[in-house]
Nanobody
Framework: QLQASGGGLVRPGGSLRLSCASP???????????LGWYRQAPGKERELVAT???????NYADSVKGRFTISRDNSRKMVYLRMNSLNLEDTAVYYC???????????WGQGTLVTVSS
């Protein structure tokens, strides 16, 4: 299981950085995984926030483009989500995700709560 951290309470316009550590079982093949962040707001379905396979070509949901940045550190087996200009609609539990590009094997993190409130 992935281990997500970094959530918390932040005011509108503020920033947070989420981190996610991968399980040791995938260390040797970490670069073969597409990594991503999803979120689930109260009463809503889980939605994709961002994914990264090639570090030079991340993908973002339209709602976070220009505000969020996903990155991966292949040497540390980590994935990050830098969130700037947070607004009330960003309040959600954020989950990190890893999916093997060929086999489809996937892992989820336990979720970390981000609350944007004044």
């Amino acid at each position: 299981q992935l281990q997500a951290s970094g959530g918390g309470l932040v005011r509108p316009g503020g920033s947070l950085r989420l981190s996610c550590a991968s399980p040791g079982s995938i260390f040797s093949v970490f670069t073969q995984y597409t990594l991503g962040w999803y979120r689930q707001a109260p009463g809503k379905e889980r939605e994709l926030v961002a994914t990264i396979t090639n570090p030079r070509d991340p993908n973002y949901a339209d709602s976070v483009k220009g505000r969020f940045t996903i990155s991966r550190d292949n040497s540390r087996k980590m994935v990050y989500l830098r969130m700037n200009s947070l607004n009330l609609e960003d309040t959600a539990v954020y989950y990190c995700h890893a999916k093997h590009r060929e086999s489809g094997t996937e892992f989820w993190g336990q979720g970390t709560l981000v609350t944007v409130s004044s």
